[in-house]
């Protein structure tokens, strides 16, 4: 909650609710190692990505290093996390939700058009 106050924001809530369900609630979304936060992001929605013990152990796998960490607000430092949050509250409203911001187009680069139907051509049912 430090963080919060230190950067102005009053009003937050941690959410459990389903991420569609509170889209056109949401400024800012602060995640550890989720792909949930995919949803916010495609939307335009800033999502600051904190490190984890838990990353570490995904990239170990399959999982590309690159798909989080390419992300514009990854932090690998937590106590990067206020300026972060200053920034991004600095920058809301500047249409961040445009086609061409750095996280959409990044997401695009793992996950281009025609993904869903390349990946159910290539199960076998």
């Known amino acids: 909650t430090k963080v919060f106050s230190d950067t102005g ?3 937050w809530e941690i959410t459990q609710d389903s991420i569609y369900s509170t889209l056109n609630e949401i ?3 602060i995640s550890m190692y989720s792909t949930a936060p995919f949803i916010p992001a495609m939307s335009g929605i800033p999502v600051i990505w904190l490190n984890s013990r838990l990353q570490s152990i995904a990239h170990r796998d399959d999982m ?3 798909l989080f960490t390419g992300f514009q607000h990854f932090l690998d430092n937590p ?3 206020t300026f972060r ?5 600095d920058s809301l409203g500047e249409n961040n939700n445009n086609i061409n911001s750095p996280d959409i187009v990044h997401l695009r680069d ?3 058009e025609g993904s869903i139907e390349k990946c159910l051509g290539s199960l076998d049912f």
């Open 9 to 11: 924001i009053r009003d």
């Open 110 to 112: 793992f996950y281009p």
């Open 27 to 29: 400024d800012i979304v």
């Open 85 to 89: 949050m200053k920034k991004i509250v």
């Open 79 to 81: 106590d990067d996390l």
């Open 64 to 66: 590309k290093p690159e």
